[in-house]
């Protein structure tokens, strides 16, 4: 079957360095992604990678290996507006997006 | 403002009735999914179409049609809800690439009683 899981729910502290993991298990691979998603609010794009290594972006990297079916999300300088859901999805072969249920990031001054 | 909107942003629905959640995008994007999100589960896809005249069923397809008559609208009828249907409905657009990001609605928040 496929299978998303990443941790439910993470607490950090404004202006340190928080990884949220992602592991999927997807029928074919065409990419992860990360979406964030404040509360109320729609998913709004984060990163997207196909090919093994990090893709950094200002405060924001994202890490894939695909060999181990693995990505996380680094998150630098934490800021209070951070507090969010963070949601990984994989593309499968018939390139349709696998959700995992999103991990809570709570963010503490 | 270019994007993807969806109405109406909430509703309360009697069970039975039928309901019809409107999406329309105007950045001329091939794909439109319609999404449900529900506590403690991954957004799950209810129906999707890649181009304009095509539809296909997504995970969780049971009480759900859609039609997609041309590009921009992306319409989702419950013919008859009932209360397991009650949820957030996410509608989202892409170029169908595959590889390139989706664009989502602002969602609809509807509870069936």
């Known amino acids: 079957g496929q299978n998303i899981d990443q941790p439910t729910e993470m607490t950090a502290t404004e202006g340190a360095i928080v990884q949220i993991n992602c592991t999927y298990q997807?029928?074919?691979?065409?990419?992860l992604f990360w979406y964030q998603q404040h509360a109320g609010e729609a998913p709004t794009f984060l990163s997207y990678n196909v090919l093994d290594g990090l893709e950094e972006k200002g405060r924001f990297s994202s890490f894939l290996s695909r060999s181990k079916g693995y990505s996380y999300l680094l998150l630098k300088e934490l800021q209070m507006k951070d507090s969010a859901s963070y949601l990984c999805?994989?593309?499968?072969?018939?390139?349709?997006?696998?959700w995992g249920a999103g991990t809570k990031l709570i963010i503490k001054p | 403002i270019a994007g993807i909107t969806q109405a109406p942003t909430s509703q309360i629905l009697a069970a039975g009735r039928r309901m019809t959640l409107r999406c329309t995008q105007d950045m001329r994007h091939n794909a439109m999914y319609w999404y449900r999100q529900d506590l403690g589960l991954g957004l799950r896809l209810i129906h999707y179409?890649?181009?304009?005249?095509?539809?296909g069923k997504g995970e969780v397809p049971d009480g759900y049609s859609v039609s997609r008559a041309n590009t921009d609208d992306f319409p989702l009828t419950l013919a008859s809800a009932v209360p397991s249907q009650t949820s957030v409905y996410f509608c989202?657009?892409?170029?169908?690439?595959?590889?390139?990001?989706?664009?989502f609605g602002q969602g609809t928040r509807l509870t069936v009683v």
């Open positions: 989202a657009s892409s170029t169908g690439d595959g590889n390139t990001e989706a664009f």
């Open positions: 179409s890649n181009t304009a005249g095509t539809t």
């Open positions: 997807t029928s074919g691979f065409n990419g």
């Open positions: 999805a994989s593309l499968d072969s018939n390139y349709q997006l696998i």
